[in-house]
Each structure stands twice: as structure tokens, then as C-alpha cells.
């Protein structure tokens, strides 16, 4: 069985975790709205040339990119498109928010904050475009989740929400709902995050745009609330369930499922079989490995729960040189944090 210190080490990790990785991705639906772009959205990731016909297919194209794991193939798109000043100005502001997401997923927190304050401020005065600008309010919030600002980035979320519940958006309130509940659950405020949770759930049946990727993401945060409540077999089985979706639906190589693996693998380690927990992080760390820069703050903060899991194994020499070289670069890096970030008041009223 694992030494309680394990387990106290193991609630930390879950936190990081959570809050940098489990949250997946935000605006699933950002520009794909309707069946028939969704439909071609494959389509535009087989054949690029496919999605140069307009620059509104080529936004599509972008976004198509960013969310399989490929965010500077996107940013270099994006950046051509704004650069080219085609789009109008509800597809610029959409354009931010997503290049926000690329340069939040590559771990460049400063550049990702300044995108997504242009999108912000592109997308406030838009009367008529609620859903985008909650969208760009939700996914800021997460990039406020990855520094630390908790605070903030429960501010940003629940105006998003109160955004969505104002236009009926079933789907939108699901995911800021969940998003919600694990700030909640990373600050140790189970009842609260359960509420949230709650709430995501009861939206979820209403919604009819969800895919995997958001049930992946609900099944998650259940996993985490049943470990807080201590029942972690329970714990164990929510995060097969969120793996196998994110699986089905990405294939191997993606941060996504990576980070599947990592999270089921720690909640293996909770229920003493180390065994498993190891290998099932050591198939995490090795897909984030190929998927993210080595340097990436979420590719570090797994190198530290993978650490201390194999620490448990036994293995102390090297569980302290992996810990000891992750923590230097999550340090080292630290400029290159959202430390000062700053945005309209208009996002709070």
C-alpha cells in the first residue's frame, strides 16, 4: 500500500494536474456551429488545400489544427489571416480566441494573454455575438486557471456562464459549469465543486452539440470529485471512462489522451497498484513527451507527478533527478508566466 506522505503528495499532484490538463479545451464549438462545418471539419484537416477557398474556411482550418494538437501549424495560419485583415470583425475576434488557445497549449502564457484580450475587446461591443464573447471569457479564465490566478479566472468563468444561461446555450453552460467545478476542486471547496458538477450534468442532458470530448471532460471532473470523496475505485473507473472516449476520439498522439493516462494512472497509484499507476503515467509522459515541447509547463508538471509516483516504486535517485529537472524548467520558465495579467473591466460587469 502507498505510504500516506503518497497520498498527501498525490492530493497536491492532483490539483496541478486538474488544472493545467483536465480542463481540456473550452470552446469545442467555437467556429464549427453548425452540422455542415463540423461535417467538413475532417475534411480540412485531410486536405489543407481544401480549406484556403475563404477565410472563413481557413479559420476553420485553423481551429481545426489547434484542437488536434497541433497549435503552431495554427498560429502560423491565424497570424496570416489577421495579418491579411479578410476576415470581419466577429471572425477576428474568434481568430484571437483561438490563436489565445494555440499559444496557451505551446506554454506561452504572455503572447496567449495578449491574444486573448484582442479577442475580448474585439468581441464585447458585438450586441448580436453573446456566445463568442462568453467563449473567449471561459477560455481566458483557463489561461488565469494555468497561472494561479484563481480568483480571476473563477471571475471570468462565472460571467460566462451568466452569458450562456442568458441566451439559453445548454452546451455553453455545460462547459462553463465544469470548468467552474474544477477551480472549485482544485481549491478544496468539494461542496461547491459538486454543485457545479451538478449543474454541468443537468445541462449536459439538455445540450444537444456535446461530443466525446466534453463527456471526457465531465466523466474527469467526476473521477476527482470521487477522490475527494474518497472513493477511489470509483475514482479509478471515471477516468477509464473519460480515457476511453478521449481515445476513440483522437487516437494516441494527443495532449488530450496523455493527459488521460497521467490522471488514471494517479488514481491507480491512490488505490496502492503502483504497478500499473507507473506504467499507465510512463504511456502519459511518453505521449506528452512527443506531443508538447519538452519545455511546455503542462509536459513539466507531469514529469513531477510521474516523479513521485515512481519515488513510491522505490526508484528515489531517479524520481528526484526527474522532480528536480522538471522544477527547474517550470521555474525557469516562470517569465514567460501570466503573472501580470490585465483586462477590461467590462469583463467583470
Given at each position: ?193 459538486r454543485r ?70 494517479r488514481a ?66 516562470f517569465s ?14
Amino acid at each position: 500500500m502507498p505510504s500516506r506522505g503518497w497520498k498527501n503528495k498525490a492530493g497536491r499532484l492532483a490539483n496541478r494536474i486538474h488544472g493545467t490538463g483536465a480542463t481540456m479545451r473550452n470552446s469545442l464549438s467555437l467556429i464549427l456551429k453548425d452540422k455542415v462545418a463540423t461535417t467538413f471539419l475532417s475534411l480540412f484537416i485531410a486536405c489543407p488545400l481544401l480549406a484556403q477557398t475563404t477565410p472563413d474556411q481557413r479559420l476553420a482550418h485553423a481551429y481545426a489544427l489547434e484542437r488536434e494538437g497541433k497549435p503552431a501549424q495554427a498560429i502560423v495560419e491565424l497570424h496570416a489571416l489577421l495579418d491579411e485583415k479578410s476576415l470581419d470583425t466577429q471572425a477576428v475576434g474568434k481568430a484571437w480566441n483561438v490563436l489565445g488557445l494555440a499559444y496557451e497549449d505551446q506554454g506561452d502564457y504572455l503572447d496567449s494573454q495578449h491574444a486573448y484580450e484582442r479577442s475580448i475587446r474585439t468581441l464585447e461591443g458585438l450586441s448580436n455575438n453573446i456566445e463568442d464573447y462568453a467563449m473567449a471569457l471561459d477560455d481566458f479564465g483557463g489561461l488565469y486557471l494555468e497561472a494561479g490566478q484563481l480568483e480571476l479566472a473563477v471571475r471570468l468563468r462565472q460571467k460566462a456562464f451568466s452569458l450562456y444561461e442568458k441566451i439559453s446555450d445548454h452546451a455553453g453552460m455545460t462547459r462553463a459549469s465544469r470548468n467552474l467545478a474544477g477551480i472549485a476542486f482544485s481549491r478544496q471547496k468539494t461542496t461547491e465543486g459538486r454543485r457545479y458538477l451538478e449543474r454541468a450534468v443537468t445541462e449536459a442532458q439538455l445540450a444537444n452539440d456535446l461530443d466525446s470530448d466534453d463527456l471526457a471532460a465531465i466523466a474527469s471532473m467526476q473521477g476527482w470529485l470521487a477522490q475527494l470523496d474518497g472513493h477511489r475505485e470509483m475514482s479509478v473507473s471515471r477516468y477509464k471512462q473519460s480515457l476511453d472516449l478521449l481515445l476513440k476520439r483522437h487516437g494516441e498522439e494527443h495532449p488530450f489522451v496523455g493527459w488521460g493516462y497521467m490522471l488514471l494512472g494517479r488514481a491507480h497509484a491512490d488505490v496502492g497498484e503502483l504497478t500499473t499507476a507507473l506504467a499507465e503515467m510512463s504511456q502519459g509522459r511518453a505521449i506528452l513527451g512527443r506531443t508538447l515541447d519538452s519545455q511546455n509547463p503542462k509536459y513539466l508538471t507531469a514529469e513531477i507527478a510521474y516523479s513521485h509516483v515512481l519515488d513510491a516504486t522505490g526508484a528515489h535517485l531517479e524520481a528526484a533527478r526527474i522532480r528536480t529537472n522538471a522544477e527547474r524548467g517550470l521555474k525557469e520558465g516562470f517569465s514567460h508566466r501570466c503573472n501580470n495579467c490585465t483586462i477590461s473591466a467590462a469583463a467583470f460587469q
